[in-house]
């Protein structure tokens, strides 16, 4: 299903590789753990499924395409079937978690009424239903990062990339987000999950690869975070790790241990160097540089043979491992050509065009969550989430109403209720365009042709960016890019779309899978059944009727180390003592590096009930959930903390007082102009407006939308 053969992949021209002559496979329904020290070349090469950086040398092959090949304009089509998730959440601190998992539907262009139905869905699966209304801050960081996973699974990725999902959390939470992670591998997703989490690794008993300084040293089917004692890849660990000051078997440096907090000297290493990593912002054209093959030069052999554990461990110490994992020309056409291999009933494309007719004549209210949580009918039923379509008649535009809206009564919805659905254009604008592109054709006999998901009000138009050197992390001074407030859009809109004569690529045929929906969902209960948040090992996935790739040939396992996990609430009264205790595990009752995030908030869902004095006391200082939006910048405790909240100030209507059709006087909905040629250019006016931005911006980014602060800003006019 992925495939890099030999690929080499460099950032700068005389830099070391980060990804160094790399041939892997990962398969249909494979659950695998990146890992490898920091810059070994995790996020690299996840990034590079995403076609986000091209190699200097070799091929990457994602589901049949040669990325290499790819046209651009394809790309966004292609980040659509590949979820993706990051250590640090990455939510819109602005929105409710309903509405961040509801942003990347909508940044797609789709049917109000669709979202509404696949978010409600998509939460209720990964028991944040309850939590629809909250805001990313008053939610825990184990919550906020299955908000992260609902978002990234909302579009039904074939793929689910996972880049340290478990970086920011404590062990409990981290069980609860592998339960998820499983629970969706489980439906045939493909999960590859970067890592340095030695304990999660170890109880997964899943595919493990790993790299060193960009090349890989191991690929076992079901290995241990070590490698096999007395093999290469066991030197390799042995040897960055005696560089870091640790032993290949002590515990891995971020939060895996348990017990107390490490001395401050201690708290520095290579986990917390990578809990700052973050490179996701890059987009693939901001290396175009970086396409031309370095000159002259084989950085390869170079580094190899200056490398003394690569010298010494040949390639060819996992050629054999390599080879019986290989498939062969005849198994990889068989696997694309899967009569499978078409859209289902369940998939949310299919939906989509059966919903088509309705939603046209849906007079759907607004989708605010408000009513969502206190929607009996469907939180009580989790199970039967289909059944939304045949109680509530769309196509008459009330049922809808009746189940999610805030109208139970089933009022009339009023004008503004229809202003705010964001995936339907506003009428001046949808009319705008079409004159548009009706003057285009006038102007040059060739009729426009907007891609599928530009045409409904997406607004996700390849639109250049004014500055090369904005990368998203500060607000775009509107006036420097020659905006005005009332500026005439079409102006602005350099980039052309695709005209008639170019022939349409077919869509590459998305693989085949169990759709996730059909799983059991998850339930509170189910993710804190474990009282020791230990976790199960992960069962291979069942991979339904797709013809099963060729099983992995596993290497004989040399003396893999037994080590025994400590346990992983500290709260949670001793188990017996070990029986024999091995080094590893010895080592792993040292106090773990990185302190518990989001603890607090996470206790608190959890009640008043925890026997922990040291929780009771903080608990009796913090403020209640309610409060906690007025509360003061940085009066937060540092485990409520989420991301970039420290630019966030809440100063903005909960959702339980949000009223669609009360907008304040001088919105942007309120000003905006009736003339069609005319529209007002929403100025972000705070910190919070920044964030919010910058968030939306990383979103579709890595939703796979164009660059476009335009259609970003204007999309989050409609949706705030
Ligand atoms: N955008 C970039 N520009 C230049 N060099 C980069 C860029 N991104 C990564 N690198 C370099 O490539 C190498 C691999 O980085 P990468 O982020 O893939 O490592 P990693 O294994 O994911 O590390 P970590 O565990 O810390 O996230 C590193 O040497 C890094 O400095």
């Known amino acids: 299903m992925i495939r890099f053969e030999q690929v080499t992949r460099r950032y700068e021209a005389d830099g070391r590789p980060a990804l160094d002559d790399v041939t892997v496979e990962f398969y249909r329904g494979d659950f695998a753990f990146l890992i490898g020290a920091s810059g070994s070349g995790k996020s690299t090469l996840l990034r590079m499924i995403l076609r986000e950086g091209l190699p200097q040398r070799g091929k990457v092959t994602v589901a049949g395409q040669n990325l290499g090949l790819m046209l651009d304009r394809r790309v966004p089509d292609f980040r659509r079937s590949i979820g993706m ?49 909250r805001y990313p801050h008053e939610i825990s960081g184990g919550e906020q990062q299955r908000a992260a996973i609902a978002r990234a699974i909302v579009n039904s990725p074939a793929i689910l990339l996972a880049d340290e999902p478990t970086g920011n959390l404590d062990p409990r939470a981290s069980a609860e987000v592998m339960k998820v992670l499983r ?39 079901h290995g241990f975070y070590d490698a096999p004692e007395g093999s290469a890849a066991w030197d390799v660990l042995a040897q960055e790790e005696g560089e870091s000051g640790l032993r290949a078997h002590d515990p891995a440096p971020l939060k895996t241990g348990v017990v107390p907090m490490l001395p401050p000297s201690s708290a520095e290493g290579p986990g917390d160097e990578h809990a700052f990593s973050d490179h996701a912002e890059e987009h693939p054209d901001d290396h175009r540089e970086d396409l031309a093959p370095a000159p002259g030069e084989d950085p390869a052999v170079l580094d190899f043979d200056e490398d003394p554990v690569l010298r010494e461990t040949t390639p060819q110490d996992y050629s054999e491992q390599l080879e019986g994992m290989e498939l062969t020309a005849e198994e990889f056409d068989a696997q694309l050509a899967d009569p499978h291999d078409v859209p289902t009933a369940e998939h949310p494309a299919y939906e989509h065009e059966n919903n088509s007719a309705a939603d046209d004549s849906d007079s759907d209210p607004d989708s605010d969550p408000d009513s969502y949580p206190d929607d009996d009918e469907h939180l009580g039923n989790p199970e039967d989430a289909e059944d939304i379509e045949p109680e509530h008649n769309e196509s008459e535009g009330t049922g809808e109403k009746n189940s999610f809206g805030a109208n139970p009564a089933g009022d009339h919805l009023e004008g503004d209720d229809l202003d705010e659905d964001s995936s339907e254009l506003p009428e001046h604008e949808a009319q705008f365009e079409d004159e548009a592109d009706l003057e285009h054709e006038e102007q040059t006999g060739l009729r426009v042709t907007w891609p599928e998901h530009l045409r409904d009000g997406a607004l996700g138009h390849d639109v250049p960016e004014p500055h090369g050197d904005f990368n998203g992390t500060e607000m775009p001074d509107l006036e420097q890019d020659g905006y005005t407030e009332a500026e ?48 199960a090992p992960i069962a291979p996935a069942p991979i339904p009727p797709a013809p099963a790739a060729p099983a992995p040939v596993e290497p004989a396992r040399v003396a893999a180390p037994l080590r025994r996990l400590p346990p992983m609430y500290p709260t949670l009264p001793p188990p017996a003592p070990p029986q024999a205790v091995s080094q590893p595990a010895a080592a792993a009752q040292e106090p773990p590096s990185r302190p518990r995030l989001s603890w607090l908030a996470h206790a608190e869902d959890e009640g008043a009930g925890s026997e922990s004095p040291v929780v009771a006391a903080r608990l009796s200082r913090a403020l209640p959930l309610e409060t906690r939006g007025s509360e003061a910048p940085g009066s937060e405790t540092p485990g409520s903390e989420a991301p970039r909240s420290e630019t966030h100030q809440p100063e903005r209507p909960r959702p339980e007082t949000h009223d669609p059709g009360n907008i304040p006087a001088g919105s942007p909905q309120e000003s905006a102009p009736a003339a069609p040629a005319v529209r007002a250019v929403p100025r972000p006016k705070s910190s919070a407006s920044q964030s919010t931005y910058t968030d939306a911006r990383r979103t579709a980014e890595h939703l796979g939308i164009k660059k476009s602060r335009r259609s970003i800003l204007r999309r989050l006019r409609r949706d705030v």
């Open 85 to 133: 998730v990051f250590q640090d959440f990455r939510l819109l601190p602005d929105k409710t978690v309903f509405d961040n998992v509801a942003f990347a539907m909508r940044v797609l262009g789709t049917k109000r009424s669709a979202i509404r139905k696949r978010v409600t869905k998509v939460l209720e699966k990964v028991d944040l239903a309850h939590l629809a209304k």
């Open 183 to 221: 629970w969706i591998n489980a439906s045939g997703t493909t999960v590859i999950m970067a890592t340095h989490d030695r304990a999660i690794v170890d109880q997964a008993n899943s595919r493990v690869v790993q790299l060193h300084r960009g090349r890989l040293v191991r690929d076992e089917p």
């Open 488 to 535: 005439d859009e079409p102006d602005d809109f350099s980039g052309e779309p695709a005209l008639e004569e170019l022939p349409e690529q077919p869509v590459p045929e998305e693989p085949v899978r169990q759709d996730f929906m059909d799983q059991e969902p998850l339930t509170r209960g189910s993710l804190e059944e474990s009282p020791t948040g230990k976790l």
